[in-house]
C-alpha cells in the first residue's frame, strides 16, 4: 500500500492511498525522482525482482513496467 506524508515522525499526519500492486509481495522499495530523472521506480517482489515507473506514485493507472530486473537462479544460494 502507499502512503504519504510532508511530516513522517507525526503518525496522524500519514495519508493512504490504497494497495499498487495486486501481485503479493513482503517486500519493495521505492527510488524517487530527482532533477535528473523524470521517473520515480518502484522494485518489489520476493523471488524475482520486478520494476515499474512512473511518474505520480498516487496514480496506479500510470505506472509502466520495467520488467524483471533480476531472476532467481535454480543453481544457486539465491534460488527458492
Known sequence: ???TSKHPWIA???QRH???NDN???SGAVIFSDENDEYNYLYWGD?????????DLKSKEKYEDC???????SDNLDSE
Do not use: Q, Y
Open 67 to 73: 520488467g524483471v530486473l533480476l531472476k532467481t537462479r
Open 12 to 14: 496522524s499526519e500519514w
Open 1 to 3: 500500500a502507499l502512503a
Open 18 to 20: 490504497g494497495v499498487i
Open 47 to 55: 523471488k524475482d525482482i520486478n520494476c515499474w515507473k512512473t511518474k
Open 24 to 26: 503479493w509481495s513482503k
